[in-house]
């Protein structure tokens, strides 16, 4: 836990990498819980446009759907702490930065838990349809699916906007490649970008909102392998992290 300690001393090389190794760590459980509960398992559950399905699926196949539960839950954890690493990597090199990265992220963290919270409710209504639902359990589900839906479509927003600052330390403290930084940018302009297109545009192509978060994937496992194999690249000769951020 010595990670944690406010020493400023503790911003060696050798020190960053081993925080790198972690932080990639927890971007890893981050990519993992992502995919098997949002790809995987809610698409299992999850009819869009048919809540009555919905329904079904969440009285018939009660532990997948609590086990997407756990995967939102997940999520929420990896997510935080992943925040929390990158700003223990990124505050003596970028402080700017660093702060950004954690708050984006933990606001993401806050939009996936709320998404959690109503799906565990869905389970919990299609358990006790006749007590929790008010008589109508199809429609209470399909109000908490769409705010589960939407509660994601927000957290969109800052998921790519913690890939920004993310991006723009490679960028300007050249720890890691420029080029990834570059990927990361465009990556979270486009999250940013198709969440906005898909809530203010009718009928957005659906190959419009999806495409233009591709490079997002790209930056974000380059990072991921970057953190896990290289690290952090030690500071430009001649230069200071903290000082070269704040100009």
């Keep these: 836990m010595t990670a944690l300690s406010s020493d400023s001393g503790a911003t060696s090389t050798s020190d960053l990498k081993r925080t790198a190794r972690v932080t990639g760590l927890w971007y890893v459980g981050l990519g993992i819980t992502g995919m098997l509960g949002f790809l995987v398992l809610r698409p299992e ?3 869009d446009g048919d809540p009555a399905a919905t329904l079904a699926n969440l009285s018939d196949r009660e532990a997948v759907a609590r086990l997407g539960v756990l995967m939102e839950m ?11 690493w990158f700003y223990m990597l990124l505050r003596s090199v970028h402080p700017v930065a ?9 606001m993401n963290a806050v939009a996936i838990m709320a998404s959690g919270v109503f799906m565990a409710t869905a389970v919990a209504v299609a358990q006790e349809p006749s007590t929790l639902a008010s008589g109508d359990a199809v429609a209470t589900v399909g109000l908490l699916q769409e705010l589960s839906v939407n509660a994601w479509g927000f957290g969109a927003l800052f998921f790519g906007l913690w890939l920004i600052p993310m991006g723009w330390v490679a960028i300007a403290t050249e720890r ?11 990556g979270g302009i486009g999250y940013v970008a198709s969440a906005l297109i898909g809530y203010g545009v009718v009928d957005a192509p659906s190959l419009l909102v999806e495409g233009i ?28 992290d903290a000082a070269t951020a704040l100009t």
């Design 74 to 84: 997940g999520i929420v954890v990896t997510q935080s702490l992943a925040a929390v």
């Design 176 to 186: 890691f490649p420029p080029v990834m930084g570059w990927i990361l940018i465009a």
């Design 45 to 47: 559950i999850y009819v």
């Design 98 to 106: 660093g702060v950004a990265v954690a708050a984006f992220g933990l």
């Design 213 to 240: 978060t591709y490079p997002a994937t790209v930056g974000e496992f380059w990072m991921i392998g970057y953190l896990l194999v290289k690290g952090i690249r030690p500071a430009p000769a001649g230069g200071e």
